[in-house]
């Protein structure tokens, strides 16, 4: 079956430090690939998202490139904020989104100032 | 205009009861999913339905059933509540196909005491 692993945390990193978010997948498919970030109290909201190998996803200064190769979907960033302080969720769909979203564990990230 | 709304956003009730969640959406998609989100934040499709077919996760109790009256509705009905079905549930929803990012609700926290 599909599978995401992604780094636990949580990652706490000062501002203005360097993001990366480790995310790595399995699925039998040709997946489509995201990231959703969940705000303390709040639902999840999409962060970005890549459909096939090579793209790349971009939003709010966060970056992620679909790596067919390696499997990978990694986060980063290049200036955290004390408003990026939240959790992280790499996610997966496949057979065309019929069995939902396959989802990593997420990573609590903090940012101090 | 909120996109996915569920209610209610908090819901305590005591073991063997019986209670529903209920989520709309108004953004004219044809799938809608359950999720539920347990204490370490770990996120886990329960159902996807959209007019043409209900996908049951295997692992999710047939004390769970989903109920759609029409295509922007997608209630959660929960017989015999137990200790462990406490936790986040969140609605989502999407067009069809695997992708089209999920736009989820606030979610709804339920206490089983």
């Known amino acids: 079956g599909n599978s995401v692993t992604q780094m636990e945390g949580p990652v706490t990193l000062s501002e203005e430090a360097f993001l990366t978010i480790n995310c790595t997948y399995t699925?039998?498919?040709?997946?489509?690939l995201f990231w959703y970030v969940q705000y303390p109290g709040e639902g999840l909201q999409l962060l970005l998202k890549?459909?096939?190998?090579?793209d790349k996803g971009s939003n709010k200064g966060f970056e992620a490139t679909y790596r067919k190769e390696t499997t990978s979907f990694h986060l980063e960033k290049g200036s955290v904020q004390v408003s990026d302080s939240a959790v992280y969720f790499c996610?997966?769909?496949?057979?065309?989104?019929?069995?939902?979203?396959?989802f990593g564990k997420g990573t609590h990230l903090i940012i101090q100032p | 205009d909120t996109a996915v709304s569920q209610t209610p956003k908090y819901l305590v009730t005591q073991m063997g009861n019986d209670k529903s969640i209920k989520c709309e959406q108004n953004?004219?998609?044809?799938?809608m999913y359950w999720y539920k989100q347990d204490s370490k934040k770990f996120l886990k499709i329960m159902f996807s339905?959209?007019?043409?077919?209900?996908?049951i996760n295997e692992t999710v109790p047939n004390r769970f059933s989903p109920k759609s009256p029409d295509k922007a509705h997608l209630n959660l009905h929960i017989n015999s509540l137990e200790l462990g079905d406490s936790a986040v549930y969140f609605c989502?929803?999407?067009?069809?196909?695997?992708?089209?990012?999920?736009?989820f609700g606030p979610g709804t926290r339920l206490t089983v005491t």
């Open positions: 953004l004219g998609h044809d799938t």
């Open positions: 339905y959209n007019n043409k077919e209900l996908i």
């Open positions: 699925a039998t498919g040709y997946p489509s």
């Open positions: 890549a459909t096939k190998a090579d």
């Open positions: 989502a929803s999407s067009p069809s196909g695997g992708a089209y990012e999920q736009y």
């Open positions: 996610a997966l769909s496949d057979r065309g989104g019929a069995d939902g979203l396959t």
